[in-house]
Nanobody
């Protein structure tokens, strides 16, 4: 099975920069989607950024940058605001290295990013 491990969460000062990393491992044949999502208390989970056809949420445009290195995806966050405080989730989709080439849609457990005001 494919699993994701996120790292980089923590407490960050307002206006500062921080980076997140997500590594995918397991029986991966190919990856066709990688992205970052976040969920703040009392709010729905929302898209932050996706790789490939690079797309960013309006709230993070000009401040966040998504990048990829094979089975690892990064999120560089600059000029952080208190409203960026949320649990950040990595999402990877693709096909497993099995005879059936089973499609997978894997999510990380989430990593907390807190921006102090």
């Amino acid at each position: 099975q494919v699993q994701l491990v996120e790292s980089g969460g923590g407490l960050v000062q307002r206006g500062g920069s921080h980076g997140l990393s997500c590594g995918a491992s397991g029986s991966i044949f190919t990856i066709n989607h990688m992205g970052w999502y976040r969920q703040a208390p009392g709010k729905e989970r929302e898209l932050v950024a996706i790789i490939g056809s690079i797309n960013y949420a309006d709230s993070v445009k000009g401040r966040f940058t998504i990048s990829r290195d094979n089975a690892r995806v990064y999120l560089q966050m600059n000029s952080l605001k208190p409203e960026d405080t949320a649990v950040y989730y990595c999402n990877v989709r693709g096909y497993e290295t099995v005879s059936s080439r089973t499609f997978f849609d894997a999510w990380g457990a989430g990593t907390q990013v807190t921006v102090s005001s």
